[in-house]
Every structure is written in structure tokens, then in C-alpha cells.
């Protein structure tokens, strides 16, 4: 069974860095996409980003595009999400998924962290 | 202003057949790219409920189904139930952007 299993809450003050990890399991995972989906409170899906693990290739959204670094760590299974300055307009849910495909189908995802920016 | 466009709301009493549209245009879903549909019950994540258009993962009910035509797509769900309640997104492939696209999403109510 694919499981994604994502960090938990963060609470941070603008200008502050931040990494969260979703660590897969139940597959394998350098042959598959894997990627960021953000929803800001009450609001719908964004799609962030994916790398692919098997050769540490990555690709962003031009709307997230040298605001956030996707990464991974194949030894562990592991994707991270970074941000070097967070804002207050990065509060948001993020959602790490598993993609099928580099342009879409995203089939398995993490439960989702919430990460509050506030001062 | 999402890529793709919902509609913010539709209805339906239990047992009606309710559908879902999403409007692209000729760099995502009417370039040939396929669109995929995610339902989100309240206070959780999305699961993929469409793929490729009209396929159906394991475990989702035949109650519901997809379809593609020029540069929309549409969801439907036939014998609407009460934990049907969620909203629901469609997806696709946008050439322009070089990116996964979202519709703005849809809440389904059930009377």
C-alpha cells in the first residue's frame, strides 16, 4: 500500500526558513514523480512542483519558480519542501502526492501540513 | 483566477444526477491534454477520483464518471448521496505554463 506520511504543524515568524519532509513507502520510490500541491485557508488546489527521485530532476510551477526548493533523499524515501524567507501569504496547507505522471495524476497523497506564518 | 473554471457551487437532492464543468482552453485541456478529477471531503486530502478522463481508480463507485470534449471536461454523479458532500477539483496539463493546472474547484451540497 503507498503511503505518504508528511511532518507535522509548523508555526513561524516572517523571514523565517523552513524544510517539510513526506516520507513515501509501499512503492518504489526513485521510479515515480513526486511533488507539492499548497491550499491557502478556504481556498482551492495549487500545484507547487515535483521532482523525480531516480535522478533528482525537478520542475515548478512559474508561480512558485525561486520561492521554494523541492528536494529529495533517496536513502530515506523521502521529499522535502524549503523555503529560504517565509511570508505571511505562505500560510497554507501543503500536500505532498505522488504523480503517475510528470503532467498529472496524482494518485496517492500525504495528509497535508499546515504551516502558519504569522508575527 | 485558476487556469481551468469551475463552477463555485452545485446542488442536487439525494438520488438526482448533478455534473461538475471544467473550462480550458487551447494550451491545457484543448491541447489533448487529459484531465483528471479530485474529490476533497471536508478536513482532508484530495483523492483522486478520475484519471485520464474517464477512468475510475479502484473503489469509486460507477456513480461517478468523466468525460472530455474540446476544451472541457465534465464530472458526473448519478444517485447523489449525502457523503458525496466535498468539493471537487478538476486537473490537467497546462503546454503554456509547463505546469499541472487546477480548476478553481467545486462544492457539491446535497439537499
Known amino acids: 500500500e503507498v503511503q505518504l506520511v508528511q511532518s507535522g504543524v509548523e508555526v513561524k515568524k516572517p523571514g523565517e526558513s523552513l524544510k517539510i519532509s513526506c516520507k513515501a513507502s509501499g512503492y518504489s520510490f526513485t521510479n515515480y514523480w513526486i511533488g507539492w500541491v499548497r491550499q491557502k485557508p478556504g481556498r482551492g488546489l495549487e500545484w507547487m512542483g515535483i521532482?523525480?527521485?531516480?535522478?533528482?530532476?525537478?520542475r515548478y510551477s512559474p508561480s512558485f519558480q525561486g520561492l521554494v526548493t523541492i528536494s529529495a533523499d533517496k536513502s530515506i524515501s523521502t521529499v522535502y519542501l524549503q523555503w529560504g524567507s517565509l511570508k505571511a501569504s505562505d500560510t497554507a496547507i501543503y500536500f505532498c502526492?505522488?504523480?503517475?505522471?510528470?503532467?498529472?495524476?496524482?494518485?496517492?497523497w500525504g495528509q497535508g501540513a499546515l504551516v502558519t506564518v504569522s508575527s | 483566477q485558476s487556469v481551468l473554471t469551475q463552477p463555485p457551487s452545485v446542488s442536487g437532492a439525494p438520488g438526482q444526477r448533478v455534473t461538475i464543468s471544467c473550462t480550458g482552453s487551447?494550451?491545457?485541456?484543448?491541447?489533448?491534454?487529459?484531465v483528471h478529477w479530485y474529490q476533497q471531503l471536508p478536513g482532508t486530502a484530495p483523492k483522486l477520483l478520475i484519471y485520464v478522463n474517464s477512468n475510475r481508480p479502484s473503489g469509486v463507485p460507477d456513480r461517478f464518471s468523466g468525460s472530455k470534449s474540446g476544451t472541457s471536461a465534465s464530472l458526473a454523479i448519478t444517485g447523489l448521496q449525502a457523503d458525496d458532500e466535498a468539493d471537487y477539483f478538476c486537473q490537467s496539463y497546462d503546454s503554456s505554463l509547463s505546469a499541472s493546472v487546477f480548476g478553481g474547484g467545486t462544492k457539491v451540497t446535497v439537499l
Open positions: 487551447s494550451s491545457n485541456i484543448g491541447a489533448g491534454h487529459d
Open positions: 521532482i523525480y527521485p531516480g535522478k533528482s530532476e525537478t
Open positions: 502526492a505522488r504523480h503517475a505522471s510528470p503532467l498529472g495524476i496524482l494518485d496517492s
